[in-house]
């Protein structure tokens, strides 16, 4: 089997899965199936026959890591995308960054002018390059995993809102084009029309969560399993009617859940579980219209979920070194972020990184060019990230200033076992019908990967380098 080359863009990338690919057959059409902080032992943990019966005639991969430094959404649908890491695709988080150049701050995407700051070509934008007849759709109500994963040159896209997840506990609103106060609507990107058979799927706002061991009342509908009911009954309208070759469709209910209630809780389980429920919605509609058994299904997660009810105040600490605070631009909270310095001259890197080094409860910082870092800071070394890169313990996520605790219990980020062990399915034609393969990782420990274990492990970033090489792109 050919080996997709990633054409030097990074050298710290991965490589094509070939050991389960079948070539006597190519797929027809493929469908990835995204799942928002899918941490792979909700799949062994949870009642899910819809994923097992995908497995069955596929391959799940227990021991496959997202691995880089800050596992979170953007830059984690991104990787799958491109195939390639941060450092090269440019996305360093699901928030907002500093850009040194402009003085601004940037996000991912600019909702006025449609501009996609993503600086590695996508699985579709190559599909398309090759054979411009081939159509492209994608669906999600977060605009990260669907922009990010469609890429420029998809045919149509449809989105609800962005979100700042760590403020949802403080109940900080969606935000976007698509949100209502009284319900959900679907937009495209600008400058587009959304489909008319999306306008009439619209979901109402607030509800009532109640089932086994559950009971929230009067609670935002994106914040509760029924949110991926939603998504999956745009998607079957958009397939209807696009009939894509290339469909991507990113469920979002179980990162949230995890966040808000953790990763052992009864709002997981159900939200895992509807998860299976609304992917089985998909097999039975692929069924129906005999496409099942042509169809290559991909599911993969962007990043996994660690329980983390301990706090570290940053910015309070570095009160205590004034030169230092002074030269802070930017800091980018989260389970794992950084500082951004207007001054990154020797002497001011060396200060803050001593600085940081300092604080109770950080377990490394480090500057992000350091050629002697670890792995994770390496594949993450992009002028977009921060200049310090921060790593709190495993329990820890790193807070705005004055905060006392996290704003939600489970968070992720950090390069631990938990937070990056993520879900790699591929099943159907131009897969072997192998199942469940690899030893799981131990998703208890409190160690960062290690770097000569990570390099033996299948990653995120295969993903697209194995889907080119099943289709023959």
């Known amino acids: 089997m050919t080996k997709v080359p990633n054409n030097g863009r990074d050298p710290l990338g991965g490589t094509a899965l070939t050991n389960i690919i079948d070539t006597s057959r190519r797929p027809r059409r493929v469908v990835f199936v995204g799942v928002d902080a899918g941490r792979y032992d909700y799949l062994e943990r949870f009642n899910v026959p819809n994923i097992n019966r995908i497995i069955e005639r596929g391959v799940s991969f227990r021991n496959s890591v997202c691995g880089s430094f800050i596992s979170e959404t953007a830059p984690g649908f991104s990787s799958l995308s491109t195939g390639v890491y941060p450092k090269s695709h440019g996305v360093c988080t699901s928030r ?3 850009d040194h150049k402009s003085g601004e701050i940037q996000y991912f995407y600019d909702e006025e002018t449609g501009e996609l700051r993503l600086e590695a070509p996508t699985l579709a934008d190559t599909w398309k390059s090759s054979d411009p007849k081939i159509k492209v759709s994608a669906v999600s109500t977060k605009d990260r ?26 109940g900080v609103p969606y935000v976007g084009p698509g949100v209502n106060e009284e319900y959900f609507a679907w937009t495209e990107r600008p400058g587009r029309t959304t489909p008319a058979y999306l306008e009439g799927i619209r979901i109402p706002r607030k509800m009532d969560w109640i089932g086994d061991g559950i009971r929230h009342l009067d609670v935002d509908i994106a914040d509760t399993p029924e949110i991926d009911v939603h998504i999956m009954d745009a998607a079957l309208a958009m397939f209807d009617a696009e009939q894509p070759d290339l469909f991507f469709i990113t469920l979002v209910s179980v990162n949230i859940v995890a966040h808000l209630y953790g990763t052992n809780s009864p709002e997981i389980r159900e939200s895992v579980e509807e998860t299976d429920r609304q992917i089985g919605r998909l097999l039975e509609y692929l069924e129906s219209r005999g496409w099942l058994d042509d169809t290559l299904i ?54 803050a990184v001593a600085a940081v080094r300092e604080i109770p409860n950080i377990r490394g910082a480090w500057y992000r060019e350091d050629a002697s870092a670890p792995w994770f800071i390496r594949r993450f070394a992009h002028r977009r990230c921060p200049d310090i890169l921060i790593l709190a313990d495993y329990s820890y996520g790193l807070v705005e200033k004055g905060w006392t605790k996290p704003s939600v219990p489970a968070h992720h980020g950090p390069p631990y076992l938990s937070d990056i062990n993520v879900w790699s399915i591929f099943s159907g034609p131009g897969v072997k019908p192998l199942g469940v393969i690899g030893d799981p990782l131990d998703l208890t420990s409190h160690e960062v990967l290690d770097e000569e274990f990570e390099a033996q492990l299948p990653k995120q970033v295969d993903v697209h380098h194995t889907i080119r090489a099943i289709c023959g792109f």
């Open 96 to 98: 907002q960054w500093f």
């Open 145 to 170: 995993p669907s922009i990010l994963l469609a890429g420029r040159e998809a045919d149509v896209v449809a989105y609800c809102y962005n979100e700042l997840v760590t403020m949802r506990a403080l």
């Open 298 to 351: 991909v599911i993969a997660s962007d990043h996994g979920m660690t329980d983390r009810p301990n706090s570290v105040d940053v910015m309070s600490h570095l009160a205590n070194s004034p030169d230092v605070e002074a030269n802070v631009a930017y800091y980018l909270s989260g389970s794992s972020g950084g500082i951004y310095l207007h001054d990154t001259s020797t002497k001011a890197v060396e200060s």
